[in-house]
């Protein structure tokens, strides 16, 4: 039975779209996914009927699990949202803040998780998510617990509620563990500024833990418009980036040890950057893209890659419709991990660049830096592009400063990370370091505003629909077996056979 693991798993994530799309998209939806799910595993074998019989039950059941479980959470958001819409004038919100604030020329942006709602003395005890409008300082932190005061409206453009110059009442720094995380990262923050100043140590601190907290509008504009965004954001490739830097350190534990390290990493960059939902997210995703590219077993990958995404929707079934995040994290995983390297690995076999390669005209450093970074971030690309639609810009120099810029990012965590314990221990010396990496990581900035001036670097363009999307990933399925028609089926086949080594589940 627990060769069908990924069946059911699938069957769990088919529930919420259902709920969540609805019976005709959410059954087409269904169809494409166990469709493909069904050619690529068993390719036509039949299984006998007694075997049929219990593997749709098991299906049924996981399928009702990710349906209710969806459910309960719908039930709950609508009577929240009910509660708020009945709520005239103002209305006091306690809660705990969800993430670090997006600075904004006008003022913050932060999430709040919200506890308790209070308008006209009457107290409620509701959860929900909140979006505050903050005064730019003084400056907030995640997993603060504040109590603001404003009115909520529903905000049709970003499709959550929002309260518009929340009035801040009380805030009280976490207790416990959360409270020497916190203090810890503040003082990581108040160091990073005096070694950086300007906006470079903004940027090092987002490239370390994530976050845009000290960088300024110009530099966070030219990011976005050359497709940058996930360097300085808590996503999966900043957590792929630290745990590879690690894995480096760590290359001679032996292969069944190095968990263990690797873990020890993960740990304390959680630590440093909150235990939140994106954080986690993230440190699950950055994982497993290390995990595929460092042991190569796709099968596992695939398990690990769904028991991630499944243990994810039960706390927060949500997220795999409405969280961009989480959709980007979990697709350009399985970019990097699936549909990459049968790209890279056509791309190699070229006659031309395979002659080249192999008669030196092209070093393996070109195949290394250039090629290979190149066709993996225009895999991530071609999986990721309705997600990315949705934010109605598109980057279309991103496939070139991916490549350019992206492989400096190690030796700005390499930087950043030396000269933070060097001004520990010697405040001198990290101090003119620090201003020698400042004039760096200013060049840097430099350059990239030059590609982020480029006519139409960022162009405008309008979010797909839903219908559009289901196509677009079917074409996209049809064009990777494609292009591993002659490796899958001999992966598969040994999969199925196993399958039907087994008696009965």
């Known amino acids: 039975m627990a060769q069908y693991l990924e069946l059911y798993l699938l069957a769990f994530l088919g529930g919420i779209l259902w709920c969540s799309l609805g019976s005709v998209m959410g059954g087409y939806v269904i169809v494409s996914i166990f469709g493909w799910y069904g050619w690529l595993c068993f390719r036509g074998r039949i299984l006998g009927g007694r075997r049929w019989c219990a593997l749709v039950c098991v299906v049924l059941v996981f399928f009702s699990c990710g349906y209710i479980r969806l459910y309960i959470a719908e039930k709950e958001r609508s009577e929240f949202s009910g509660i708020l819409r009945a709520v005239t004038g103002s209305v006091m919100l306690v809660g705990v803040l969800d993430g670090d604030p997006s600075v904004r020329e006008q003022g913050s942006l932060v999430t709040m998780e919200v506890e308790k709602i209070v308008s006209g003395g009457v107290s409620l005890v509701r959860h929900g998510m909140v979006r505050l409008e903050l005064p730019r300082y003084p400056t907030y932190w995640r997993g603060q617990e504040m109590t603001v005061f404003g009115s909520v409206e529903w905000a049709e453009v970003s499709g959550r509620w929002t309260m518009r110059r929340a009035q801040v009442r009380s805030v009280k720094d976490p207790s416990g563990l959360s409270g020497v995380v916190l203090l810890v990262r503040q003082r990581l923050v108040a160091q990073m500024v005096r070694l950086f100043p300007g906006s470079a140590g903004g940027f090092l601190l987002g490239v370390i833990a994530g976050g845009s907290l000290g960088v300024s509008q110009s530099i966070l504009a030219d990011v976005r418009a050359t497709g940058l965004t996930h360097v300085i954001a808590v996503s999966g490739y900043n957590v792929t980036l630290v745990l590879g830097l690690a894995m480096s350190m760590f290359a001679w534990v032996p292969r069944k040890w190095k968990l263990v390290p690797m873990g020890s990493v993960l740990l304390i960059f959680l630590l440093l950057v909150g235990m939140s939902a994106s954080a986690l997210r993230a440190a699950l995703m950055g994982f497993l893209m290390v995990y595929a590219l460092s042991v190569g077993r796709k099968r596992d ?14 706390w927060r079934p949500f997220m ?30 070229i006659v031309i660049i395979k002659r080249m390669i192999d008669e030196g005209f092209l070093g393996s450093w070109v195949k290394n830096l250039i090629l290979e970074p190149f066709f993996t971030t225009f895999a991530v690309y071609l999986v990721t592009v309705p997600v990315l639609f949705s934010f109605q810009q598109f980057s279309l120099i991103g496939l070139v400063t991916n490549v350019v810029f992206v492989p400096f990012i190690p030796f700005f965590m390499i ?25 760096v990581v200013d060049m840097y900035f430099f350059v990239l505003h030059g590609f982020a001036v480029l006519p139409f670097s960022n162009i405008q363009v309008p979010p797909m629909t839903g219908w559009v999307v289901v196509v677009y990933f079917n074409f996209l399925m049809v064009a990777y077996v494609k292009l591993c028609l002659k490796s899958v089926p001999a992966s598969f086949t040994q999969h199925s056979e196993s399958h039907q080594s087994h008696p009965s589940p």
């Open 320 to 349: 795999l419709v409405e969280d961009r995040g989480f959709q980007l994290s979990f697709l350009a995983t399985v970019g990097v991990c699936y549909l990459a390297p049968e790209v890279v690995q056509r791309v190699s076999s």
């Open 301 to 314: 990958l695939l398990l690990a890659l769904l028991w991630s995404a499944v243990g994810m929707l039960i």
């Open 415 to 439: 930087l950043a990370v030396g000269v933070l314990m060097v001004g520990f221990v010697f405040w001198p010396l990290g101090f003119f370091v620090g201003r020698l990496g400042t004039l």
